[in-house]
């Protein structure tokens, strides 16, 4: 069983930090690509942020390119999402998913097919 559990989520000022991680089993994690979307009230969910699996290529939404930076940890399964200077816009539900396969970024949601519970961040001004 493929398992994708989110954490790190909170509430922090504008401006402030978060880091959120994203534990992965039940798959080949090597193999696989790593997406971050988030999700706030009344908007599509979108995706934030990717990194591949094959070479380490990484993909920034225009609103977080300079602010978040995406990183993965093969020994520990674990990818992570830094999130700096944040915006009262950050404000969303925060999910991790990867596709069924494949170590390079899908473009479309629904393309990937594994998805975590979520986190919440909260950014307040």
């Known amino acids: 069983e493929v398992q994708l559990v989110e954490s790190g989520g909170g509430l922090v000022q504008a401006g402030g930090s978060l880091r959120l991680s994203c534990a992965a089993s039940?798959?080949?994690?090597?193999?696989?690509?790593i997406g971050w979307f988030r999700q706030a009230p009344g908007k599509e969910r979108e995706r934030v942020s990717c990194i591949s699996s094959r070479d380490g290529s990484t993909y920034y939404a225009d609103s977080v390119k300079g602010r978040f930076t995406i990183s993965s940890d093969n020994a520990k399964n674990t990818v992570y999402l830094q999130m700096n200077n944040l915006k009262s816009e950050d404000t969303a539900a925060y999910y991790c998913a990867a596709p069924e396969y494949g170590s390079s970024c899908p473009r479309f949601r629904h393309e990937y097919e594994y998805w975590g519970q979520g986190t919440q961040v909260t950014v307040s001004s």
């Open positions: 039940g798959f080949t994690f090597d193999d696989h690509a």
